[in-house]
């Protein structure tokens, strides 16, 4: 079993900057893929950002392209989202996940393990 604690939401405005961190524990990090999502009120959990087990390989969703980045740092087992440029419709809960798989899920179903969620709004 993964335990997962993210950290550094809060209210930014639009345009802003914020940096997301997800500290793992329990189980070898550098072994599986993780990824980031996203819930706003009324509205389904999706994908944000995955990255497979090296951080080699990463998927975005058309919504972020271009303004996030998902990295990890399997030394620290930590996983970062930075997210820059950000918009009035950035505003939801976001998790990080861990999968049993090492390369890149997209579907949440494919993830055993989540974290508590950190709220991020963005003003505009």
């Known amino acids: 079993q993964v335990q997962l604690v993210e950290s550094g939401g809060g209210l930014v405005q639009a345009g802003g900057s914020l940096r997301l961190s997800c500290l793992s524990s329990?189980?070898?990090?550098?072994?599986?893929?993780m990824g980031w999502f996203r819930q706003a009120p009324g509205k389904e959990r999706d994908v944000v950002a995955a990255?497979?087990?090296?951080?080699?390989?990463?998927y975005y969703a058309d919504s972020v392209k271009g303004r996030f980045t998902i990295s990890r740092d399997n030394a620290k087992n930590t996983l970062y989202l930075q997210m820059n440029s950000l918009k009035p419709e950035d505003t939801a809960v976001y998790y990080c996940?861990?999968?049993?798989?090492?390369?890149?899920?997209?579907?949440?179903?494919?993830?055993?393990?989540w974290g508590q969620g950190t709220q991020v709004t963005v003003s505009s």
């Open positions: 329990g189980r070898t990090f550098r072994t599986y893929a």
């Open positions: 990255i497979n087990w090296i951080g080699r390989s990463t």
């Open positions: 996940a861990a999968s049993g798989q090492s390369v890149v899920v997209l579907n949440p179903g494919d993830y055993d393990s």
